[in-house]
């Protein structure tokens, strides 16, 4: 471009120079490059995969306030014993941080050792959604033969570009609720990101009240429980749109010609960007596991063959003392939810139309 401005320097005329610049800025607003795959990184400067940790860590710290709260509580807000407190004191120290939790600091009480082996099972699935939408159209009209004619004879040039862009991402998570407390991967700061008003995808969503929420309506039994435990299912939808428009009216005067008439030459920008970012939840706590050898009534034991197939779990795998296939049946019921919802979601916004 400098080289092409220093051409244009040893142009005679003044007029020319100045139409000849004029019509080169034209074009390289015309045609000027852009991105061609928009990310929510463009405008938070921050990558999905640190979004996904927040959003994590937000959960992790969900789960721990709701002990520390019912801790702190426990048997009564008015009267907590002083035993659950001092665990409670001791939680808080970790908050943020990988735990891993030994059940032996609740034998006190039985109720609180079941309440954790209860909910340690529980899982909890994220199904992210970033759908971007960016429009840069530029356009540019100009009448240079007007210029030259002293307006007797006239011809308007005009240009336009449209450029749309389009990027959707989708992905799942799925967590155990030991699991999450637990990952060695995982550091948290011992607080909530802030709310974010402008772009709430990358703040706070929301996740402590959806994860009390379920715990308490878990606990209360006025969740609908089916054969094999309670399900929950949330969907959190956060639109950020930022748009601008820039119409200058350039004015190309000829020189030396005092009479000359001044066309205008107009060049509109707009620009627009929509970023919809969808996040559906998913959580499942499962009845525990039959314990072994338990006879059944048809007179079988678990674990022992029956009609040449190992009897299985209602938690997707071969039965087993510990809670590690009773965590994977939590996640593979999250992993339905979260499809259940987004099918609930797609026939409530009405795009599917029943025949009469």
């Not at 002990?67 to 702190?72: F, I, N, V």
Request: hydrophobic share 40%; with cysteine.
């Amino acid at each position: 471009m400098s080289i092409f401005v220093e051409a244009t320097a040893r142009v005679p005329s003044k007029f020319l120079r100045t139409l000849i610049l004029g019509v080169a800025g034209l074009a390289a607003l015309t045609f000027g490059g852009c991105t061609i795959r928009p990310t929510q990184e463009d405008v938070t400067h921050v990558p999905t995969t640190e979004i996904v940790r927040h959003i994590r860590c937000e959960a992790r710290l969900a789960i721990l306030d709701k002990a520390l709260q019912l801790l702190r509580s426990f048997p009564d807000a008015r009267h907590p014993d002083p035993r659950a407190v001092k665990v409670a004191a001791d939680l808080e120290e970790k908050r943020g941080q990988p735990l891993r939790f030994d059940v032996a600091a609740l034998s006190f009480d039985k109720r609180l050792s079941d309440f954790y082996e209860h909910y340690v099972r529980a899982a909890i699935g994220y199904e992210f959604t970033f759908n971007i939408t960016e429009t840069n159209n530029v356009s540019a009209g100009a009448d240079p033969i007007r210029l030259i004619t002293n307006g007797i004879v006239g011809i308007g040039i005009t240009a336009k570009n449209d450029r749309t862009r389009q990027n959707t991402r989708r992905f799942s998570i799925t967590d155990g609720f030991g699991e999450l407390l637990a990952d060695d991967k995982l550091h948290c700061a011992p607080y909530y990101l802030p709310d974010n008003a402008i772009y709430p995808i990358a703040g706070s969503v929301g996740l402590e009240e959806v994860v009390h929420t379920f715990i308490d309506l878990d606990r209360s039994r006025e969740l609908e429980r089916d054969k094999v435990g309670t399900r929950f299912g949330d969907t959190l939808i956060f639109t950020t749109t930022f748009s601008g428009t820039v119409a200058p009216r350039l004015q190309l005067t000829p020189l030396g010609n005092r009479w000359g008439v001044q066309p205008p030459a107009n060049v509109g920008l707009t620009a627009s960007r929509t970023d919809v970012h969808q996040l559906l939840l998913g959580l499942s706590i499962r009845e525990p596991a039959l314990p072994p050898n338990k006879p059944k009534k048809d007179g079988a034991k678990v674990g022992e063959k029956k009609d040449g197939a190992r009897i299985r779990s209602m938690f997707g795998g071969a039965l087993s003392p510990g809670r590690g296939s009773e965590s994977s049946g939590n996640k593979a019921t999250v992993r339905d939810i979260l499809e259940e919802q987004r099918i609930k979601d797609f026939l409530d916004r009405g795009a599917i139309i029943a025949p009469r």
